[in-house]
């Protein structure tokens, strides 16, 4: 038979461990740890705990504006088409009007992106809530400017309840040409 010299080191490292008397390394019977290495570690694992938590609601953020920015898209075709029609009646000022005096054509345009990215993604979970979600329109010479905001609230689940952490805006800015 045939010992290699790792094998050699492993059996004089193992009759080592297995006579010694005064100490055995491979064992601590005092179960002592200093108080420093506690708090190092407590440390440690609430670090970590508050990246991961920061990187979850990073995340969460970009994909809310992902559905917002689609969503928008969608608004934009849907103002095109009003816009076209009423260009094609040259009453685009009439548009205007309707834009800026009646609320339920507005609403109905804010619950258009709110149901769009409703779709899209759940607007309350365990670990977050959208609110506030609200569409703000503007002429700014040849194109209409739109404004989707909202605020996200997180939580954070401790002892079996939750409690909000954060509450992040999101907003984004669309805009719509029109030749008139």
Known sequence: MNITGSEVRMKKLFQR????????????????ISIYTCFFVVGIVMLVSFLLLYASIRITCINIRNGAKMELNNLSASI?????????????????????????????????VTDGLAGKIPLSTDDYQVRDISLS?????????????????????MFGR???????????????????
């Not at 989707?148 to 689940?157: D, L």
């Open 17 to 32: 461990v297995k006579n010694s008397t005064d100490r055995n390394p491979l064992r601590n019977d005092r179960g002592d």
């Open 80 to 112: 095109y088409a009003d816009t076209y029609r009423s260009q094609r009646e040259t009453n685009f000022s009439e548009y205007l009007n309707t834009l800026y005096s009646s609320g339920d054509y507005t609403a109905m345009l804010e619950d258009m």
């Open 137 to 157: 329109f503007h002429v700014t010479g040849d194109r209409v400017e739109y404004v989707f905001s909202c605020n996200v609230e997180f939580y954070i689940r």
């Open 162 to 180: 939750s409690y909000p952490a954060i509450t992040r805006p999101v907003e984004l800015t669309g805009y719509h040409n029109t030749k008139f």
